[in-house]
């Protein structure tokens, strides 16, 4: 989760007048294949730390 993904979220729930937006973490990034991945537990950690108070 980076700032980017925060300011999309955000724009997405602005223009398109929604109530509520569901953000999902993958469980491999696409982009670092050969890492091993955070745990579930981990990433719905970072998730709430990433979008807490929004």
């Given at each position: 989760?980076?700032?980017?993904?925060v300011l999309v979220?955000?724009?997405?729930?602005?223009?398109?007048?929604?109530?509520?937006?569901?953000?999902?973490?993958?469980?491999?990034?696409?982009?670092?294949?050969?890492?091993?991945?955070?745990?579930?537990?981990?990433?719905l950690r970072l998730?709430?730390?990433a979008f807490a108070?929004?």
């Open positions: 989760v980076h700032n980017a993904h979220a955000r724009a997405a729930l602005e223009e398109l007048s929604l109530d509520r937006l569901f953000i999902v973490p993958a469980a491999r990034s696409p982009f670092k294949p050969e890492q091993q991945p955070a745990s579930a537990k981990v990433r998730l709430r730390l108070g929004q």
